[in-house]
């Protein structure tokens, strides 16, 4: 079957402007997560979901970020009035549940702030 | 606070041979632990895992151990083909963090050389 989706796969955009990532997740998979990872660094954790609920919002680095996801499927990250700072590749992975931890993740979106 | 960490920043093998990839961590209650793949332009890949109960697991051509008592990590890979070229993280699970929270190390870059 298909594997966990993102759009745009790329995105530049003026600093202060706000920018919508979408995430699809393999179908069925109830656990979705997303993920920050600068240039040449590790994987930074933002949030999950367990169906249509974000239990754990932890990682999210501002109240400029904030996610939603509807139908326990589609997700959608929001950055508002971006900064240089927030470009990166933001990835999304999704996984049957959250105990089960093998997380499938999509291609990521790399997003560039000028 | 306590974190995932890695030895060493790249590591060139020869094709054919074995690698052994190293992760240190410092909190010595984590319960799980995960390897992860990840070529360039794409996300990760789900190689492996391991629970704290468990000190070796075997999957095709990689064998991960876990030394609890030194609180080290290892993935060890058999006859280093050229598609394992990639960057390999590890990651963790806390007890002080929520099911879906993965914490991952910096990376390692493995080169694969002819």
């Known amino acids: 079957g298909a594997g966990v989706s993102q759009s745009p796969s790329n995105k530049v955009t003026e600093k202060g402007k706000d920018v919508e990532l979408r995430c699809d997740p393999i179908?069925?998979?109830?656990?979705l997560y997303w993920y920050r990872q600068r240039l040449g660094q590790g994987l930074e954790f933002l949030i999950y979901?367990?169906?249509?609920?974000?239990?754990?919002k932890s990682g999210l680095p501002s109240d400029r970020f904030s996610a939603e996801r509807t139908g326990e499927s589609v997700s959608t990250l929001t950055i508002q009035r971006t900064q240089q700072e927030d470009s990166a590749v933001y990835l999304c992975?999704?996984?049957?549940?959250?105990?089960?931890?093998?997380?499938?993740f999509g291609p990521g979106t790399r997003l560039t702030v000028t | 606070g306590e974190s995932v960490g890695l030895h060493l920043p790249t590591l060139s093998v020869q094709e054919g041979d074995n690698s052994i990839i190293n992760c240190a961590y410092s909190?010595?209650?984590?319960?799980?632990f995960i390897w992860y793949k990840q070529e360039s332009g794409k996300g990760p890949q789900f190689i492996i895992d391991?629970?704290?109960?468990?000190d070796k697991r075997q999957g095709q051509r990689v064998t991960v151990l876990l030394n609890k008592t030194v609180k080290h990590l290892s993935l060890q890979i058999a006859a280093t083909q050229p598609g394992d070229s990639a960057v390999y993280f590890c990651?963790?699970?806390?007890?002080?963090?929520?099911?879906?929270?993965?914490?991952f190390g910096a990376g390692t870059q493995v080169v694969v050389t002819p």
């Open positions: 992975a999704s996984s049957f549940w959250t105990g089960g931890y093998e997380q499938y």
């Open positions: 179908s069925g998979h109830t656990a």
């Open positions: 979901f367990q169906g249509n609920s974000a239990p754990d």
């Open positions: 909190n010595s209650a984590s319960d799980y």
């Open positions: 391991i629970r704290s109960n468990m």
């Open positions: 990651a963790e699970n806390m007890p002080s963090d929520s099911w879906g929270k993965l914490q």
